[in-house]
C-alpha cells in the first residue's frame, strides 16, 4: 500500500515571504501521480498543483512550484510571495492508476500566514 | 466547466436516525464518483467509489452504504447513524483512472 508522510504539523510565514512543505510518499509503482490539496477554513478541499511522476520538470502554478525528486520519493510545495489567502491546511496526495482509486492522502500541515 | 454540489452543507442528527447525503456533478459523463471522510485533525479516508451507474465499491466495513441512481449523482445512507460517524463528508470525482479529483463543498455531520 501507498503512505504519505507529512512531518511539518503547523509553519508560520510573513505575508509576503516563502514557504516550504515537504511530502514523503513510498511506493513500488513507476507511473503515479501527485498532488498538493489546500483546505482553507471552509473545508472545502482545492487542487493547488499537480505532477505526473513520469514527467521530469517541476510542475509551477503561479506561485506553487513543486520539487520533485523522484528518486527520493521526495515532492514539497513551496508557496512564493505569501498572501493571507493562503491560510490553509495543505495536504500531500498520491495517485496510481494500478492502485484501487484510492487518493492517498498525508495528514496535513497547516499554514498560517501573517500580515 | 464541471461542478459538483453536495448537500446538506451541515447536518445534525441523532444517534439510531437514517442519513441521507446527496452529491451531483453538472458538465461531464461518466464521472468517477468517490465519497471521503475527514475526521476531526485528520486526513481523508475514502469511503466508496462508483466507476457507473450501480457499481459501487466500498473500502471500509461500516455501517453506511452509497448508491448511484444516475450517471452523475452519488448518495451516502446510513440506516442508523453512530456517534463513530459524526465528520466532514466530501464528494468528489474525475473523469478517469488518470485524472485529477475534485471535491465538493463537504457536509458537515454531527451526530448526537
Known amino acids: 500500500a501507498q503512505t504519505v508522510t507529512q512531518s511539518q504539523p503547523e509553519m508560520s510565514v510573513q505575508e509576503a515571504e516563502t514557504v516550504t512543505l515537504s511530502c514523503t510518499y513510498d511506493?513500488?509503482?513507476?507511473?503515479?501521480?501527485l498532488f498538493w490539496y489546500k483546505q482553507p477554513p471552509s473545508r472545502q478541499m482545492i487542487l493547488v498543483i499537480r505532477?505526473?511522476?513520469?514527467?521530469?520538470q517541476n510542475a509551477t502554478e503561479n506561485r506553487f512550484s513543486v520539487n520533485f525528486q523522484k528518486a527520493a520519493k521526495s515532492f514539497s510545495l513551496k508557496i512564493s510571495d505569501s498572501q493571507l489567502g493562503d491560510t490553509a491546511m495543505y495536504f500531500c496526495a498520491f495517485f496510481t492508476p494500478y492502485g484501487n482509486n484510492r487518493l492517498a492522502f498525508g495528514k496535513g500541515n497547516q499554514v498560517v500566514v501573517i500580515p | 466547466s464541471q461542478t459538483i454540489h453536495q448537500w446538506p452543507a451541515t447536518l445534525v442528527q441523532p444517534v439510531g436516525s437514517p442519513l441521507s447525503l446527496e452529491c451531483t456533478v453538472e458538465g461531464t459523463s461518466n464521472p468517477n464518483l468517490y465519497w471521503y471522510r475527514q475526521a476531526a485533525g485528520r486526513g481523508l479516508q475514502l469511503l466508496f467509489y462508483?466507476?457507473?451507474?450501480?457499481?459501487i465499491s466500498s473500502e471500509v466495513p461500516q455501517n453506511l452504504s452509497a448508491s448511484r441512481p444516475q450517471d452523475r449523482q452519488f448518495i451516502l445512507s446510513s440506516k442508523k447513524l453512530l456517534l463513530s460517524d459524526s465528520g466532514f463528508y466530501l464528494c468528489?470525482?474525475?473523469?478517469?483512472?488518470?485524472?485529477?479529483?475534485?471535491f465538493g463543498e463537504g457536509s458537515w455531520l454531527t451526530v448526537v
Open positions: 462508483s466507476v457507473g451507474i450501480g457499481q
Open positions: 511506493t513500488s509503482e513507476s507511473n503515479y501521480y
Open positions: 505532477q505526473e511522476a513520469y514527467k521530469q
Open positions: 468528489a470525482w474525475s473523469r478517469g483512472q488518470e485524472d485529477t479529483i475534485y
